[in-house]
């Protein structure tokens, strides 16, 4: 009980926070005047509308409406499916627009030569789009997961087939399906972050020498400073989504290869049960945490952030003073 009261109050907040949040975040990147570059902006606005979509189908229809009313999508075989499929795709594009913008930055700060050609508003859209395709395509299946319960012809509510805990077929698509999110981002990330410090460490070092020879040292290095920000938002970005996620992906993995699910479920076995939960609840945090880090570690977008705020506040001050002026 402690844990369906817990989700009934955390659920509602996260929908109230994330939904105006993300669309803040489209709005102040659509207004272009955060200094990023047009590949940076694409991929943040890729990421920004993923995390609203999994905010609309996961915690507002999966767990917010069948907290309340378990009638509403539950006796519907076809919704049910439609749904599931909407889910796993929007958490696969969050995911793996995350990838791309992390590979992204890699390119740009390793790859200076390639950085011209890849690091483009043309290619980011292209990665985009190969992503909501492939995406789509391979979360297909899921819709073919549920089967109806009936009570005289009356639909009562979906539930799994029994054959996607004992098909070898549905074993080797659910492993799949958690081995490309998020195992697989967690590595790729992991790895071009770790090519990422290597290639700044070493450079820094160069021009740090340089720097000395010509009796620069004591200045501010713009260059520097510029790769520290970018550094600053990457990292957090990647370091946030990995543990945010870890959670969930682990307990996933458990879950499907033992089937403890079920067990924990009639056997109530209290650590497992309760990471069971948890677990999404991290990951779905995970919708609305990149506006607090672009918050923290950008300051023109906090600039930007804050006149959005309180733009309305302006223009009706305004409105008031030209009332004011127009009876004087």
């Known amino acids: 009980m402690e844990l369906i009261q817990a989700r ?110 890849y690091c483009t508003w043309r290619t980011a859209v292209i990665v985009i789009g190969a992503v909501i395709v492939l995406s789509s395509l391979k979360n297909i299946p899921w819709y073919f997961r549920y089967e109806a319960v009936y009570l005289i012809n009356i639909p009562l509510f979906c539930m799994v087939k029994l054959s996607y805990y004992t098909s070898p077929l549905w074993k080797a698509f659910s492993l799949f399906h958690h081995a490309s999110v998020p195992l697989l981002p967690f590595v790729l990330i992991l790895a071009f972050n770790a090519l990422t410090i290597r290639n700044i460490t070493l450079a820094n070092k160069v021009r740090r020498r340089l720097r000395a020879d010509s009796e620069q040292d004591k200045n501010k290095d713009p260059e520097m400073a510029n790769r520290r920000k970018s550094i600053v938002l990457l990292f957090s970005m990647s370091a946030s989504f990995i543990l945010l996620w870890m959670t969930q992906a682990v307990y996933s993995i458990h879950e499907r290869i033992t089937l403890n699910s079920i067990l924990d479920r009639l056997l109530k076995n209290r650590l497992p049960f309760v990471i069971g939960y948890i677990g999404p609840m991290l990951q779905l945090l995970s919708s609305c945490s990149n506006t607090c880090i672009y918050v923290v570690t950008q300051n023109k977008f906090r ?22 002026y127009n009876k004087n």
């Open 8 to 117: 009934k109050v955390f659920y509602p907040i996260l929908a109230a926070v994330a939904i105006p949040i993300n669309m803040l975040v489209i709005l102040i990147l659509l207004r272009g005047r955060c200094g990023l570059s047009q590949s940076i902006t694409c991929y943040l606005l890729a990421m920004a509308s993923a995390d609203l979509t999994v905010i609309l189908t996961d915690v507002i229809m999966n767990q917010i409406i069948p907290l309340y009313s378990i009638a509403l999508f539950s006796n519907d075989i076809t919704l049910c499916g439609l749904l599931d499929c909407l889910t796993h795709a929007a958490k696969d594009l969050s995911v793996w627009f995350t990838v791309g913008f992390t590979f992204d930055r890699f390119v740009a700060i390793c790859y200076q030569k390639l950085k011209i050609k």
């Open 303 to 324: 600039e930007e952030f804050k006149n959005v705020l309180t733009y309305p506040f302006v223009l009706i001050i305004e409105f008031v003073k030209n009332g004011d």
